[in-house]
């Protein structure tokens, strides 16, 4: 990955390059963020920068991820006995030399193993510290990313903090992870934080138009999505064409909500269609929720006479935007988003998505009547 290729985010890059001039490399850092603001990316970059200092060959060779000085942990799931990530990293690096902002959820699905639980195990550290223990392939630095690091167990945190405390002469560990909340303080305590903020709406603005062919209204329609997130950005555009599909399941679901208040018999309706979506695999499920988000925060706009803002609407198969705008106000929006939100945490930490879906649905269809 070059400095180049990073969508935005250059007082970061900047400050990373400096710390690699001025020789004030930390021998650990924890870059947090989500993935879509491009922590692994700038974490590929630095490797590549610090590495390249050293030998000129070596760009290249972490570009395609194969350099022998440059290791990797992220999550797996168990197979056999163990769950190391060496076992995995033919896949990893086919899913980042491809799409280098991808998400948990993309790994996840990309190994078709959504409902398995992805971990960093007590085993991977041992791993690790084995090849640690080994001198350097090239006689230099050498470097251990672990991507997602706040998947790390209690015994896999507690063995790493001993490689933490002590690591081998010439090692540079990076993390990444989303946020601070699962991960152990003393890890924290023993790294150097770098907050990689949201990514300017501009600066996705311009690598969509750089690198996709599409039309400047449907990028800005993305970008007003996406909040700061290419990864999401870049979702939204490979799933345009599956927004009829959303679209269709949305007025179905506001239709049946509507209706179960006088008619209690349209619920069976309602569990129908949480069984259709519970039928997808996760990723494609969490998309639809960012639609659904969309939606309803674009219908409160229509709802307000806020109409320059509204750059989307529902119409086809007869469905009433401005009618159903009417219906989403300061007395439900609050509600309506959490309850999306909570089914979105939900799903990530793998619950039954039958009992999620129509949990959701069932909730809406109480919401939705309810009147400012």
């Given amino acids: 990955m070059n400095w180049e290729n990073i969508a935005g985010q250059e007082n970061l890059k900047k400050l990373l390059k400096d710390s690699i001039t001025e020789n004030r490399v930390s021998h650990a ?29 070596a760009a290249s060779k972490v570009e395609h991820l194969n350099h022998l000085d440059l290791h990797f942990s992220f999550p797996v799931f168990t197979e056999g006995k163990t769950a190391v990530s060496k076992n995995r990293f033919d896949d990893f690096r086919e899913m980042i030399l491809n799409s280098p902002y991808a998400s948990f959820d993309d790994w996840t699905a ?26 350097s392939f090239e006689g230099g630095t050498k470097i251990l990313i672990v991507w997602r690091a706040d998947k790390m167990n209690v015994a896999a945190s507690n063995k790493f903090l001993k490689f933490l405390e002590e690591p081998p002469e010439k090692t540079i560990i990076l993390l990444t992870a989303e946020s601070t909340d699962d991960i152990l303080p003393t890890i924290l305590s023993r790294t150097q934080l770098i907050e990689v903020p949201r990514i300017n709406d501009e600066d996705i603005e311009a690598y969509l138009k750089n690198n996709f062919q599409i039309s400047t209204e449907k990028i800005k329609e993305i970008v007003h999505q996406a909040q700061g997130n290419l990864n999401d950005a870049i979702n939204f555009l490979k799933s345009e064409n599956k927004n009829p599909e959303f679209e ?39 998309n639809f929720l960012n639609y659904a988000s969309e939606i309803f925060r674009l219908a409160l706009l229509q709802n307000y006479q806020s109409q320059d803002l509204v750059y989307k609407k529902i119409e086809a198969n007869g469905f009433n935007w401005e009618g159903f705008s009417k219906f989403i106000s300061g007395a439900n929006i609050i509600s309506i988003l959490d309850e999306i939100n ?29 009147n400012s």
Avoid: C
Wanted: glycine share 4%; net charge positive.
């Fill in 342 to 370: 909570d089914a979105d945490l939900h799903l990530t930490r793998n619950g039954n998505p039958k009992i999620v879906w129509t949990d959701l649905g069932i909730k809406l269809s109480r919401y939705i009547h309810k």
């Fill in 110 to 135: 990309h190994l078709e193993s959504e409902n398995k639980q992805f971990f960093i195990s007590a085993d991977e550290v041992d791993d690790q510290n084995q090849k640690f223990a080994l001198k």
């Fill in 248 to 286: 269709k399941l949305f007025v179905q679901w506001v239709r049946d909500a509507f209706m179960v208040k006088k008619k209690p018999e349209f619920l069976k309706n309602i569990i129908l269609w949480a069984r259709e979506i519970a039928g997808w695999n996760r990723e494609k499920q969490k």
């Fill in 29 to 57: 850092q924890l870059f947090i963020g989500k993935e879509g603001y491009g922590t692994l990316p700038l974490v590929l970059a630095y490797a590549r920068e610090i590495l390249k200092n050293e030998s000129e060959h």
